[in-house]
């Protein structure tokens, strides 16, 4: 890539670890040219979600040299729904708005991205089957045909998302039953909106989705008017680089592959890409620093898919899952 030093590093996806990347890059004196795709008419609205993690958010917003910490809210306590059992419990993770929305993560650091000189180009589809060698990082998520292209062991998952106005503060409940199958459900409120995700990597279908629709009914009392269907991939190993490309955010694997929490992921790993434009060697060892456990949190998430495991066996699982956070570790 030395020989396009003096050209604008082209970014493909303008999600986080995209606009995270741009904006470190604008930090090293690089011109950016982000690709993104266009928004639909009321975006703002159709694509707002809330979404949770355990991190510390001082320390990322350190490491990240961003203040960010508008955008996270504190969640008090979660109840937690697991196997028939209701535990709730006090919690250590935060919530962030995400979508185009004036005060969503996305927003913020798109503000960011424009004050800095970052030019985001809009595209009607800015697929991966059109990169060209000037194209640098990719960090696309959870779009398939990038794992195709690049030859990346990935799993499909699929699941319904709603959403809906709402007055309650901070809010987070989690579910796991014999309708979310290998993965969970959650509930969490922020910014005045409810929003709700039930995902699976084997597979969700709409008996799973009446079963949860139930449940939210009879713990909750909440009953959201209009459901979405979602898919996507998630990889089973992790790159920085791959075919001459960096890849960046949920594509590169810095994601927590028992939960697939990856928000704080995709940002310190925009960080890494931008990183790697400038000193590859150095990038690649915080890129392994962060993905360390990936193959141990793998098995025990394969370790909670058995039948034969009783309930409170998983939730032994669940807690030594969280022994090995890399990112939420930072």
Same mark, same amino acid.
């Given at each position: 890539?030395?020989?396009?030093?003096?050209?604008?590093?082209?970014?493909?996806?303008?999600?986080?670890?995209?606009? /995270?990347?741009?904006?470190?890059?604008?930090?090293? %004196?690089?011109?950016?040219?982000?690709?993104? !795709?266009?928004?639909?008419?009321?975006?703002?609205?159709?694509?707002?979600?809330?979404?949770?993690?355990?991190?510390?958010?001082?320390? /990322?917003?350190?490491?990240?040299?961003?203040?960010?910490?508008?955008?996270? +809210?504190?969640?008090?306590?979660?109840?937690?729904?697991?196997?028939?059992?209701?535990?709730?419990?006090?919690?250590?993770?935060?919530?962030? +708005?995400?979508?185009?929305?004036?005060?969503?993560?996305?927003?913020?650091?798109?503000?960011?991205?424009?004050?800095?000189?970052?030019?985001?180009?809009? !595209?009607?589809?800015? /697929?991966?089957?059109?990169?060209?060698?000037?194209?640098?990082?990719?960090?696309?998520?959870?779009?398939?045909?990038?794992?195709?292209?690049?030859?990346?062991?990935?799993?499909?998952?699929?699941?319904?998302?709603?959403?809906?106005?709402?007055?309650?503060?901070?809010?987070?409940?989690?579910?796991?039953?014999?309708?979310?199958?290998?993965?969970?459900?959650?509930?969490?409120?922020?910014?005045?909106?409810?929003? /709700?995700?039930?995902?699976?990597?084997?597979?969700?279908?709409?008996?799973?989705?009446?079963?949860?629709?139930?449940?939210?009914?009879?713990?909750?009392?909440?009953?959201?008017?209009?459901?979405?269907?979602?898919?996507?991939?998630?990889?089973? +190993?992790?790159?920085?680089?791959?075919?001459?490309?960096?890849?960046?955010?949920?594509?590169?694997?810095?994601?927590?592959?028992?939960?697939?929490?990856?928000?704080?992921?995709?940002?310190?790993?925009?960080?890494?890409?931008?990183?790697?434009?400038? %000193?590859?060697?150095?990038?690649?060892?915080?890129? !392994?620093?962060?993905?360390?456990?990936?193959?141990?949190?793998?098995?025990?998430?394969?370790?909670?898919?058995?039948?034969?495991?009783?309930?409170?066996?998983?939730?032994?699982?669940?807690?030594?899952?969280?022994?090995?956070? %890399?990112?939420?570790?930072?």
């Amino acid at each position: 890539m030395s020989e396009r030093k003096n050209l604008p590093v082209q970014i493909i996806g303008g999600g986080l670890a995209g606009l /995270t990347a741009a904006i470190k890059l604008t930090d090293y %004196d690089r011109q950016v040219i982000l690709y993104d !795709q266009p928004g639909e008419p009321d975006s703002a609205e159709c694509y707002r979600s809330v979404h949770t993690t355990q991190f510390n958010l001082d320390k /990322t917003c350190s490491y990240l040299d961003l203040d960010i910490t508008g955008c996270f +809210e504190r969640v008090e306590s979660e109840t937690v729904y697991l196997y028939g059992r209701r535990i709730t419990k006090s919690s250590r993770a935060y919530a962030c +708005e995400r979508g185009n929305a004036i005060g969503s993560l996305d927003h913020t650091l798109k503000t960011i991205a424009l004050k800095k000189g970052v030019v985001i180009n809009y !595209q009607p589809v800015a /697929t991966v089957e059109r990169l060209s060698d000037d194209k640098t990082i990719l960090a696309t998520g959870l779009n398939q045909s990038a794992y195709q292209l690049l030859n990346i062991g990935h799993t499909e998952l699929t699941g319904y998302e709603a959403r809906m106005a709402s007055s309650k503060r901070v809010t987070l409940t989690s579910f796991k039953d014999s309708y979310t199958g290998r993965d969970f459900a959650y509930i969490a409120s922020k910014n005045g909106i409810v929003y /709700t995700l039930l995902f699976s990597r084997n597979g969700v279908d709409l008996k799973n989705l009446v079963d949860y629709q139930d449940h939210l009914r009879q713990t909750t009392g909440l009953i959201f008017p209009r459901w979405s269907q979602i898919r996507g991939c998630v990889p089973l +190993e992790h790159h920085l680089f791959k075919n001459d490309y960096i890849l960046a955010g949920t594509l590169s694997g810095v994601i927590d592959p028992f939960f697939l929490s990856g928000v704080v992921g995709a940002m310190v790993s925009g960080r890494i890409a931008a990183m790697a434009v400038i %000193d590859p060697p150095n990038a690649l060892r915080e890129h !392994q620093r962060f993905v360390k456990n990936f193959r141990i949190k793998q098995h025990l998430y394969q370790l909670m898919q058995s039948r034969l495991l009783p309930a409170g066996a998983k939730i032994i699982v669940i807690f030594l899952h969280t022994l090995f956070r %890399d990112v939420g570790k930072l």
